[in-house]
């Protein structure tokens, strides 16, 4: 069967259009994406302003009427940090549906890194042990770690590579270019101490076999320390040291944005992010004793996917015409 999910984050809203059946792994058929960033149109009051709500409804439009064209059968429709904590992200979420007929369900942020760690396992298989998996996005930090399909601890800190630089790395509404040291250092503390009150929750869920990275943060940086760029394929291993993330920082923090936009992996779109999340990075690395993560392909959407087909499974087969996709157990 051909499934669709559509993700609306803090920066993009993506619609991902997969060939699957359970039992099976997941084929991508198609994967489209716009860029939103939803987060910087929330006003002084923490509300996503008008200009928001009609961006979000186009964007949600066109990625439907694709999926429609692309003959899914079954679409998943979320969003995550952006809209849960808008101050009217109900009527926000009520305005996208009246205007579009889809409904965006509102993942919590443990539901995403749950679900981003169901996809990593079944990425990586029983043989990787105990995992420990770190997802930088827009708007948060999900963290997840243990031995089955279901973590024994996962959380979700406020440490997003686009929110930090939007709160921390900009002056006046504009990025400075590059940042002070001042405004660097302080971000490095804040997110360090952020991190710091959770350690403990990941050091009782044991020493992990191995440490996963997930999602276009950590790829991007990986590609700048030396990973094989996607053109190789999924299957490639790519790892991203602690060492070599370590003695990209500083040289990050004196970059203008042309110039971090330049480097391999890393998207114009992007750029202006790319410190705000390595600083996470090493920060959730030297907190949490990490030396060497590898970087996986799937991530929070194949892990919908991946619920989705077990909930099918399950039910022993397909639901009927007409029922819509449901937001996978444990997001609500």
Known sequence: MRLGVLDVGSNTVHLLVVDAHPG???????????????????????????????????????????AEDAGVEQLTAFATSAVREATNGGQVLAAVEAATGVRLEVL?????????????????????????????????????????????????????????????????????DPPTAEAVRELRRHVRQQIATRVRDVTRAGVPDRVVVTSKTFRSLGRVCGAAPSGEGPLVRRALRAADLSAWVPRLAEMRLEQRGALPGVSVERAPQLLAGALVAEAAFDLLGVTEALVCPWALREGIILRRLDAIAAAGGADGPGVPARVPAGAN
């Open 108 to 176: 919590p942020g443990t539901a995403e890194a749950d679900l981003t760690f169901l996809a990593v396992r079944r990425w990586f298989g029983w043989s990787a042990g105990r995992l420990l998996v770190l997802d930088i996005g827009g708007g948060s930090l999900e963290v997840a770690a243990g031995l089955d399909e279901v973590p024994d601890v996962s959380f979700s800190l406020p440490l997003g590579a686009g929110r930090l630089t939007r709160d921390r790395l900009s002056s006046g509404g504009t990025h400075d």
């Open 24 to 66: 099976a792994q997941p084929l991508a058929a198609s994967s489209t994406r716009r860029l939103l960033r939803l987060a910087e149109h929330l006003d002084r009051d923490g509300a996503i302003d008008d200009d928001g709500v009609a961006a979000l409804t186009r964007a949600v439009a066109e990625a439907a009427e694709a």
